[in-house]
């Protein structure tokens, strides 16, 4: 599986055999043979109170499953020989083996704190089911079609409830106070989500550890690591200040006080979610992260030498990109300066012009629309090596396409081989656009090539600024997969990672996080001159610092 997504082959075997035009498929039926045969059953009169299907239960369809698994095989086999020309990186071996350990690992679940949040949660939705019932007389109030009904009679007839059509009708001065509470309520019920807390109880081990969170290679334009299980590369962040009061108060048990000390229940709840991963008793977890990472590889791969400068002193780069943009000392930047520095600098660096200012919240942050155009040319004008770096990124990929010769370009190697663009990064990994070719474009030609979307194995189109994406968080996720590696050495055991930041678990006499923090902002052979810099704190809880 893994080999076939470094050379970015969905990871379903069924999804890369498809890709690979085998004349042998998955067997598709073998999906409620593993159902049948592998999960636990519902025990009923009928199947004698029994909470597993063995052979003996159904020969037939015992006899269907060897044949599916004989058939995964060979599917396999195909798999495998016809990826074999692409040895398998050793270097990418080792990562992997890496990967396994810290899986093996796994990290600490707080059983009690789960319980609690799952509790506070029902308690807390129903009395919110209650009221809206008791407003609306609705038999379920959280049925979207009775909810249309009652708004239709109520003389609100709408089309659909989804979150810009409840704020629509909010924003109306003369609605109905009746109407208004319901959508309130419904707005309130959509936030309290309990998935998170109990994939981690059903995820839950014998030791209390939850293991699987991390799939190698997950998100293969990159090769990044993709959240499996509680995702939890997309946790809320939390912002309460003295959080660990918090998981005391939950964790005593009295929901009715907790809803009185705290008035926004799921809001809380949901903050909560990153401290259920706790330290063993004894230790500790010491956490660190890359700061800007991407920020600093873009300027090292394009040459920005300001930026350059800006990491290896201060680091204070809205306010320096404030600065470039607006002709200013950095001493004058200002709070509103500052934010257009930021938002900048967040959305600008891959190609992005006002709607990528948009997406980012620019217009939240209080700018005028009318002005972010001014804000995309005075970033571009502040960046030129960066602006530059998307043109020849794009450049050499499609020259390598059409001209079947490897091209050299800023640390990178472009080639094609086997109907694959390859794009080889300074650490030696390869990035892989699957029967890459150029196709003819609004603005001439344009690269297309195969890969997984969320609908499945699609043809999808990339640009200059896609492609440094990629490649900027490409080399970041070599920079963790180094330190990760590093760190290992020094025999600290990290028990998960995110994004760029290590979670390591180390017996509190021993906690140094100044340790962890210069194993991060050690150079790298492959990326001289590479500004990095690790910051981090202690916690008995996961949370962000």
């Known amino acids: 599986m893994v080999h076939g997504t470094l050379l970015g082959l969905p990871a379903s075997l069924d999804m890369m055999s498809k890709a690979l035009r085998l004349a042998q498929e998955k067997d598709n039926e073998g999906k409620a043979l593993i159902r049948y045969f592998c999960m636990p059953c519902k025990p009923t009169k009928a199947n004698g109170g ?32 016809k990826i074999a020309k692409f040895p398998f990186p050793e270097d990418e071996q080792r990562n992997w083996e890496l990967d396994q350990r810290i ?42 079609q009775q909810l249309k009904d009652w708004l239709a009679d109520m003389g609100y007839p709408v089309s659909s409830l989804n979150k810009d059509s409840v704020s629509e009708l909010l924003a109306d001065e003369d609605l109905d106070e009746d ?31 939850v293991r699987g969170l991390l799939q190698f290679n997950g998100a293969n334009r990159t090769g990044r690591w993709a959240g499996r299980l509680v995702q939890v590369q997309n946790l809320p962040r939390n912002y309460i200040k003295d959080i660990a009061e918090v998981r005391k108060d939950l964790k005593a048990g ?20 990153r401290t259920a991963f706790i330290a063993e008793d004894g230790y500790t977890f010491d956490i660190t992260d890359f700061s800007a990472i991407e920020a600093r590889v873009i300027a090292w791969l394009a040459g920005e030498q300001w930026r350059l400068d800006v990491f ?28 257009k520095g930021k938002v900048s600098e967040l959305a600008l660096g891959y190609n992005g012009g006002v709607n990528a200012l948009i997406a980012m919240g620019a217009l939240e942050m209080g700018l005028k629309e009318n002005e972010l155009q001014g804000i995309v040319d005075a970033w571009r004008k502040a960046s030129p090596a960066i602006t530059s770096l998307w043109r020849g990124v794009e450049k050499h990929a499609k020259l390598a396409i059409s001209t079947r010769k490897s091209q050299k370009y800023k640390g990178l190697t472009f080639y094609y081989e086997a109907g694959i663009l390859f794009i080889k990064l300074p650490s030696g990994r390869n990035l892989a656009y699957f029967r890459a ?8 030609p344009q690269i297309c090539y195969e890969g997984v979307t969320d609908k499945g194995w699609r043809k999808q189109y990339t640009y200059g600024g896609k492609l440094v994406e990629n490649i900027v968080q490409a080399i970041a996720r070599d920079c963790l997969a180094i330190s990760l590696r590093r760190i290992e ?10 994004h760029d930041e290590a979670i390591t678990e180390v017996q509190e006499s021993e906690s140094s996080v100044d340790k962890l923090n210069a194993i991060l902002a050690e150079p790298i052979s492959w990326a001289p001159g590479l500004p990095l810099q690790g910051d981090g704190f202690s916690s008995d809880f996961y949370m962000k610092d």
């Not at 009295?254 to 979610?273: C, G, H, K, R, T």
């Not at 070719?437 to 001439?444: F, S």
């Not at 050495?489 to 990672?497: A, E, N, R």
């Open 437 to 444: 070719k150029l196709v003819p474009g609004k603005y001439g």
């Open 489 to 498: 050495d020094t025999g600290i055991d990290t028990v998960m990672h995110v």
């Open 179 to 209: 109407v208004r509470e319901m959508l309130l309520l419904r707005q309130e019920m959509s936030k309290t989500s309990i998935k998170k807390y109990e994939k981690m109880q059903h995820a839950r081990c014998h030791d209390g550890r």
């Open 254 to 273: 009295d929901y009715e006080a907790f809803e009185m000390m705290y008035s926004n229940v799921p809001d809380v709840l949901s903050q909560l979610i």
């Open 50 to 81: 029994r909470t597993r299907n063995y052979p003996e239960h159904a020969s037939e369809k015992w006899a269907k499953f060897i044949e599916y698994c004989r058939q995964d095989v060979v599917v396999e086999r195909s798999i495998a020989k």
């Open 312 to 339: 290896n002193s201060h680091g204070k780069i809205y306010e320096a990109s404030a600065s470039q943009m607006f002709h200013i000392p950095i001493e004058e930047v200002d709070k509103n300066l500052r934010q």
């Open 103 to 144: 899986a093996d690992k796994g990290v600490r679940i707080d059983v009690d704190l789960v319980k609690h949040a799952i509790a506070c949660q029902e308690r807390y939705q129903a009395s919110l089911s209650k009221k809206a019932k008791g407003l609306t007389g609705l038999e379920n109030p959280n049925s979207v």
